[in-house]
T-cell receptor
Framework: KAGVTQTPRYLIKTRGQQVTLSCSPISGHRSVSWYQQTPGQGLQFLFEYFSETQRNKGNFPGRFSGRQFSNSRSEMNVSTLELGDSALYLC?????????????FGEGSWLTVV | EDKVVQSPLSLVVHEGDTVTLNCSYEVTNFRSLLWYKQEKKAPTFLFMLTSSGIEKKSGRLSSILDKKELFSILNITATQTGDSAVYLCAEPNFGNEKLTFGTGTRLTIIP
């Protein structure tokens, strides 16, 4: 059974550009969450989707957005990139979308903004 | 807001030593607590502790949950260099999958 797959794995963008990251959850998993990880802030929750609906959103500006498709795949978008957006972006999936389920992470997308 | 605190922030021990990592939490509507190991990539799942499963063990790793005192510990016995990693504990919010993470404990095993 394939794990959580994220693409691209590494990317470099320029300030002001926008970026789209993709996540394919484990087959059968309907909940997809996104996290940003930086050395200074640790792992911070961005948003969570379940059955194509955003159920929860972290404390990030509106430049960060996401969506989930009918096949549970998810994308997140960051517009008007800033240097501080450089981070590891992690996607996680779980089965039923309620606490108590094991949550599995993808390998992450390393974003560098220059 | 839910809060998860881990200690120590970093730990350096020699191969073969036993280590204990700590995680305390302040959450409403506790459901479970998760432990992850993160090397230079994605966090990999170790244990999930719930009200009905307060002790877990896998090989040299074990974890206990104390619901009364609101903390959990992760024990690693006979440490190996491959145990070097950041260990994270996290608590999922009630009713959804938002995980609140601790800052992590960076464990370094010296050969």
């Amino acid at each position: 059974k394939a794990g959580v797959t994220q693409t691209p794995r590494y990317l470099i963008k320029t300030r002001g550009q926008q970026v789209t990251l993709s996540c394919s959850p484990i087959s059968g998993h309907r909940s997809v969450s996104w996290y940003q990880q930086t050395p200074g802030q640790g792992l911070q929750f961005l948003f969570e989707y379940f059955s194509e609906t955003q159920r929860n959103k972290g404390n990030f500006p509106g430049r960060f957005s996401g969506r989930q498709f009918s096949n549970s795949r998810s994308e997140m978008n960051v517009s008007t990139l800033e240097l501080g957006d450089s981070a590891l972006y992690l996607c996680a999936s779980s089965t039923l979308g309620h606490s108590g389920n094991t949550i599995y992470f993808g390998e992450g997308s390393w974003l560098t903004v220059v | 807001e839910d809060k998860v605190v881990q200690s120590p922030l970093s730990l350096v021990v020699h191969e073969g030593d036993t280590v204990t990592l700590n995680c305390s939490y302040e959450v409403t509507n506790f459901r479970s607590l998760l432990w992850y190991k993160q090397e230079k990539k994605a966090p990999t799942f170790l244990f999930m502790l719930t009200s009905s499963g307060i002790e877990k063990k896998s090989g040299r790793l074990s974890s206990i949950l104390d619901k009364k005192e609101l903390f959990s510990i992760l024990n690693i016995t006979a440490t190996q260099t491959g145990d070097s990693a950041v260990y994270l504990c996290a608590e999922p919010n009630f009713g959804n999958e938002k995980l609140t993470f601790g800052t992590g404990t960076r464990l370094t095993i010296i050969p």
